[in-house]
């Protein structure tokens, strides 16, 4: 997190207040935001915290900003006195406030779940894994014959990279497409990215081992000029 440390500091010695997105980064290293002195952050449960489609946000607000900042999305769990029936708003005191409506309990069981399982493993070891995982795919594409063209596009040291790999190539949307419905779940970023989520929680290396030799099958036969070049349809 030495990055997030000093752009915050840099952003503060202008009198800047800094909003991290910790949307690919919760669940996916160690991040220290009250070390690093971060003001506000951002992020959602649904990709590495495994909480599913529809899993809640999160909003971390540092203690120094809870009582000036303000919510400017109100809603009735915020209220301080929710029972109360007034007809003012009254925000509760502290991070409270910021909650903006009643919780989605069906959004919130699988998310409770996946924290139960979160309370069991250490950050550190889920992070080693995160790079195993990834070093063993990106060396394994490395390995397909160049006449594929499938072209690394994530940095190559783990440490400046989070916990997906991307890789480019001209036909990228078909490519996925294909995989997709080969059982290898990535997405596709344009104008050329295929992109890899890698979440050492639920993924092994048999499965690295496995989608990669589908990719090799796929790029071998040309399955993918099955698929159209239809970027109409959303491939994430």
């Known amino acids: 997190m030495l990055i997030v440390e000093g752009q915050a500091r840099a952003a503060h010695a202008v009198g800047a207040l800094v909003i991290w997105d910790l949307a690919h980064s919760a669940g996916a290293f160690e991040v220290d935001l009250d070390g690093c002195n971060a003001d506000f952050a951002v992020g959602c449960t649904y990709k590495y915290l495994n909480a599913g489609p529809g899993g ?6 540092a203690h120094r900003h809870q009582d000036a900042a303000q919510q400017p999305l109100t809603g009735w769990i915020g209220h301080a006195d929710p029972f109360a029936m007034s007809s003012a708003y009254e925000p509760a005191k502290g991070i409270r406030k910021f909650l903006t409506g009643t919780p989605s309990i069906l959004a919130f069981a699988p998310l409770e779940a996946s924290l139960d399982i979160w309370e069991t493993v250490s950050m550190a070891d889920v992070r080693a894994k995160s790079v195993a995982l990834a070093d063993l795919f990106i060396a394994m594409v490395d390995a397909l014959p160049k006449s594929y063209r499938l072209s690394l596009a994530s940095p190559r040291e783990a440490a400046e990279r989070g916990s997906q790999v991307s890789f480019r190539h001209p036909h990228a949307y078909q490519i996925m497409k294909a995989l997709i419905a080969d059982g290898v779940i990535g997405d596709f970023r344009a104008p050329d990215i295929t992109r890899f989520g890698l979440t050492p929680l639920t993924l092994c290396y048999g499965d690295i081992v496995e989608a990669v030799r589908r990719l090799d099958r796929i ?5 993918w000029r ?11």
Do not use: I, N, W
């Open 219 to 223: 790029m071998h036969t040309e399955k």
């Open 56 to 61: 809640p946000a999160f909003l971390y607000v």
């Open 226 to 236: 099955a698929f159209p070049d239809d970027r109409g349809s959303a491939v994430t």
